[in-house]
């Protein structure tokens, strides 16, 4: 069965700091991997994938096959990225999500 | 226009009513799901319809019944609530539930069972 796992529950930075969050995965198969963020009172949304290899408001996560991982990374955090973020894989039509991480981004 | 919507946004029930929570989207999407965030921010999934058609029924109580009258609506109705149902439920669609569809989610109904 295939499991994500964000390990920071909160992440605290200032503006204009780098950002990584972390996710780990495991799935014996080849995975589709996803970073959703929920702004506050906003729904739950899709931020990027990784078969798109795009940069979403900064934002990329590369797939590493090896160590298992789609960290989320943007160089220069804004308050606005301030929310709720979560790594999900998805396996036949089925999206697992991670536990999220709130990230904080103080002026 | 709202692609995903839910009804009701809040819900406070005592233990042991029946309740239901409705589910529309008018993206023409043929796939719907339902998920569950519970007080630690878990996602989860309980389940899926494609086409009016179950697909995907996780490990959830026999008293949660989803209900799909037409591709555009998934509603969800739970027997005799329990404390532990107290959770924020989402509703989600996509194109045709393959793995490469993205999935839209709702806002949200948090529902507390006293």
């Known amino acids: 069965a295939q499991r994500v796992t964000q390990p920071e529950k909160l992440l605290s930075v200032f503006k204009g700091a780098p950002v990584e969050l972390k996710c780990n995965y495991s799935y014996s198969g080849s995975p589709e991997l996803f970073w959703y963020v929920q702004y506050s009172r906003q729904r739950l949304q899709l931020l990027l994938r990784?078969?798109s290899r795009e940069s979403i408001k900064g934002f990329t996560a590369d797939l590493n096959k090896g160590e298992t991982s789609f960290h989320l990374k943007k160089p220069f955090a804004q308050e606005e990225d301030s929310a709720m973020y979560y790594c999900a894989l998805i396996a036949g039509n089925m999206l697992t999500f991670g536990g999220g991480t709130r990230l904080m981004v103080k002026p | 226009d709202t692609a995903v919507s839910q009804t009701p946004k809040y819900l406070v029930t005592q233990m042991g009513n029946d309740k239901s929570i409705k589910c529309e989207q008018n993206l023409g999407h043929d796939t719907m799901y339902w998920y569950k965030q519970d007080s630690k921010k878990f996602l989860k999934i309980m389940f899926s319809?494609?086409?009016?058609?179950?697909?995907i029924n996780e490990t959830v109580p026999n008293r949660f019944s989803p209900k799909s009258p037409d591709k555009a609506h998934l509603n969800l109705h739970i027997n005799s609530l329990e404390l532990g149902d107290s959770a924020v439920y989402f509703c989600a669609s996509s194109l045709s539930g393959s793995s490469t569809d993205t999935q839209y989610f709702g806002p949200g109904t948090r529902l507390t069972v006293l």
């Open positions: 990784h078969i």
């Open positions: 319809y494609n086409n009016k058609e179950l697909i």
